[in-house]
């Protein structure tokens, strides 16, 4: 999630802060963040009757990721999430609660990978039942912890999550697509003031104020739009330019070029004036042949098909939010 490297090279410039400094104003969260988050140790395996129910589902779907979908979790799921919307409503914060829409068909290959590593763990975790036992503890807890790791956030999940926050009268939204150039776009137009996330992809958006970090506490790291041209490997750097190096670092877009990390994708940009003298250093002073360039090139028909996705995504507008 987000783009490889990229919060090092931000954290020079990333302020300490708390939670109660946004006091009065609105502040989005990107819900999938703590969505993920709160599977940890919610998967519900306790009990000999627990994991035989797994096996069971697991040995009646198709596909092992599939039992993923009928895991049981504990309360403690939606205790963090109502844990974190608290704290900030004890903050004196108005959150603004933002989920994933549809997945951008250009990620298709992303996604793909990660649903058979989440397939891989879900079988493994089967496995482990298995041969363990479900009366053994050991084999339940390892079991579990592969599971942990191996869900996905459904939408019906997701869904289930939004109607207790309703209940609550909590202002909710779904984005057309990923969350993200949401939440980067209400914050541009002051509908909030502040995007909590930890994915870097809002760095890339150029979200003007980024909460990072959060704690149980309400301790953070805030991170400005405005500060960024401070960090040293951006340094003259256009908008543009940056995205670009951002891309090259990794994104989810396009596969990654073997050995070129942040810093080495923000030096290319620096040095060069056009994508294809980019594509020619990468050529010349790192090696790659020709066919790697163009199988690159291809992989998703042109390289930097990625930056316009990132500048032109589709939004709701601030009228069709509220």
Request: glycine share 6%.
């Amino acid at each position: 999630m987000g783009i490889k490297g990229l919060w090092s090279e931000v954290r020079p410039v990333c302020r300490q802060s708390h939670l109660s400094n946004f006091r009065g104003q609105r502040v989005a969260v990107d819900m999938y963040v703590w969505l993920h988050r709160s599977i940890l140790g919610s998967v519900q395996l306790g009990t000999r009757a627990d994991a035989e129910a797994f096996i069971e589902c697991a040995e009646m779907k198709s596909e092992a990721v599939d039992a993923g979908s009928s895991v049981l979790l504990s309360n403690k799921f939606l205790q963090f999430v109502m844990g974190r919307v608290d704290l900030m409503l004890r903050c004196g914060v108005h959150p603004v609660l933002v989920f994933d829409g549809a997945p951008i068909p250009m990620k298709q290959g992303t996604e793909a990978e990660r649903q058979m590593l989440r397939a891989a763990r879900l079988a493994e975790a089967l496995q482990v039942l298995k041969q363990g036992g479900p009366s053994n503890p050991r084999a339940r807890q390892e079991a579990a912890q592969l599971l942990e790791k191996g869900m996905d956030i459904t939408t019906e999940l997701a869904h289930a999550v939004i109607q207790v926050l309703k209940e609550r009268r909590l202002e909710c939204i779904v984005a057309p697509y990923e969350a993200d150039a949401q939440l980067a776009y209400l914050c541009k137009e002051g509908y909030v003031q502040a995007v909590v996330s930890e994915d870097s992809d809002l760095i890339a958006y150029h979200c003007p104020c980024l909460i990072a970090k959060l704690d149980a506490h309400g301790g953070c790291e805030v991170l400005f739009a405005q500060d960024l041209p401070r960090c040293p490997s951006f340094y003259g750097l256009s908008y543009e330019s940056f995205l670009v190096g951002c891309i090259l670092s990794g994104c989810d877009y396009l596969p990654s070029l073997r050995h070129i990390g942040v810093k080495k994708a923000f030096r290319l940009v620096a040095q060069a004036t056009s994508v294809p003298i980019i594509m020619r250093s990468l050529e010349v002073k790192f090696g790659f042949s020709k066919e790697e360039l163009d199988a690159y090139e291809q992989s998703c028909n042109r390289p930097f098909t990625a930056l316009h996705i990132i500048l032109y995504l589709i939004l709701f507008a601030r009228k069709s939010c509220t």
